[in-house]
């Protein structure tokens, strides 16, 4: 018994069965094409979860803080004298405010915060100010007052 061998692209069939060895050139830049736009949407998510990961531990700071303050305030029957940057250093160990809570950064562009948290005590109150930065010249602040 003959097998049959069925062939294409006689007059009339309007179909070929060549066989093919590779991917055309269009197929090959759509491809290109479809990585490149997932490409730039992952990367701006990417940087979408940073800046709101930094922007969080920053206020994460800054409740620390204020948690700090208030404990220094139920203790002492006053707020610390000092103010500003200092009052509590970068790694959280020292200051007025020791004992009464860790700040994980205050420092700009750090691995684990990226901003600057800053407070004013100013009788009866005090104001705390916590500065989020990607590390170029923008800065923006964000304020909690009691």
Known sequence: MKKKLLKGGGSGSGFSLRQSKGFTLIELMVVMAIIAV???L???AIQIARKTSTETAN????RTIQTALEGYYARNKAYPAI???NFIDATGTGGALNGYGTVTSA???STNGGGIVTSVVSPPGY???VYSSDCSTEMTGDKIVN
């Open 83 to 85: 103010s500003g940057v």
């Open 107 to 109: 420092t700009p562009c």
């Open 38 to 40: 997932l490409a730039v």
């Open 42 to 44: 992952i990367i701006g």
């Open 59 to 62: 206020r994460s700071n800054a």
């Open 127 to 129: 104001t705390i100010n």
